[in-house]
């Protein structure tokens, strides 16, 4: 088993604490027999020339190969992830394409053969999975004790780049529909009404850029390429889980909720959402 992350929670603190010691952490976790393990298979195998059979054939591979993308959760459906591969990242028909999700449209790019029905991957390709494969191996570590603050992370992660090279406000806004892991926390950090999913795609970006209007100013792809509207919108996805799930021990004012929250008016909900303004 890797190495567990050392956390303290999953409030505001809790991030703080996590963002201030990822680095050191990361790289300890870094030297657990595990990740090395996998480390060394993807250099060796992904650095020569390899056919989609032999990607397929070889779980040992294929478990860290599409954890690099954050879909180890596809790693028992293997016809599944075949067929994204094989089809290709462009065909408008294809898997990847209907499915309308970023990471199986990169999988497919990154895997796609060539003419002689080879993968060739070049040694920084293979350098930035290996690196996606440690940076999304600590994520989920982080997120066996503390789910929010895995969301967090990828969110930290990925967000800025899709806001920096989306063409427009339109296409970023569907790439993040297509990716459950940010809708879920800008359905918190957004307040997203019930039913939200159910909504035609186009309802949901103009929803989203309104949403982001209110909460990050007129343009709110560009705060999120930054790292003041990245950290604003975790903060208040944070916050709103707080808000959802009550307070923890490392909540600013939870002892006293727990003493006062039996004899005010206020209830438990009231009261916390005043501690919570009056410290921050």
Known sequence: MPIAPSLIGGSLPGWAFLQSTQESQQATFETSSDIQRNVAGMREKLSEPFSLDDLMGDRQLLRPVLQSFGLEGEIDKGAFVRRIISDGPDDPSGFARRLNNTDFIELARVFE?????????????????????????????????????????????????????????RSFWFKVIGSAPLMEVFSAAFILPDGFSNLDVDKQADYLQKRGEQRLGSNPRAALATDDGIQSTIRDFILQRQLENGPDALTPGASALTLLSGNSGLGSAGLFSLLISNAT
């Open 113 to 169: 053969a060539d003419s002689d029905g080879l993968i060739r991957l070049t040694s920084s390709k293979v350098d930035e999975l290996v690196q996606n494969y440690q940076d999304e191996a600590f994520q989920v570590a982080v997120g066996e004790q503390e789910p929010d603050l895995r969301l967090a992370l990828n969110f930290e992660q990925d967000i800025g780049a899709l806001a920096r090279d989306s063409a427009s406000d």
